[in-house]
């Protein structure tokens, strides 16, 4: 059985920085796309940052040099790291793994205040 868990979220003020992780079982990690998403209220899910198997990365305009996504294959662990956080932030974060199929995490809230 395949499992995302996200953890990592919580609520910042403006400025502040935060660290999330995204647990994965029942995979090959390492042999996964990985990727991050948000969702704000009323708003669309967006993609924020991939990693691919190569380490290689791609991130959002928006969030590029803001956010940072790395991977540890040793721990099927992935992480985003959000710095200059901004009221505009605040979502629901979500990790996404791609091979042959799609898999999604339930999410970790963000929650940015001015």
């Known amino acids: 059985q395949v499992q995302l868990v996200e953890s990592g979220g919580g609520s910042v003020q403006a400025g502040g920085s935060l660290r999330l992780s995204c647990a994965a079982s029942?995979?090959?990690?390492?042999?996964?796309?990985m990727r991050w998403f948000r969702q704000a209220p009323g708003k669309q899910r967006e993609e924020v940052a991939v990693?691919?198997?190569?380490?290689?990365?791609k991130y959002a305009d928006f969030v590029k040099g803001r956010f940072t996504i790395s991977r540890d294959n040793a721990k099927n662990t992935v992480y985003l790291e959000i710095n200059s956080l901004k009221p505009e932030d605040t979502a629901v974060y979500f990790c996404?793994?791609?091979?042959?199929?799609?898999?999604w995490g339930q999410g970790t809230q963000v929650t940015v205040s001015s």
């Open positions: 990693i691919w198997p190569s380490m290689l990365t």
């Open positions: 029942g995979i090959i990690f390492s042999a996964n796309t």
């Open positions: 996404n793994a791609y091979r042959f199929s799609n898999y």
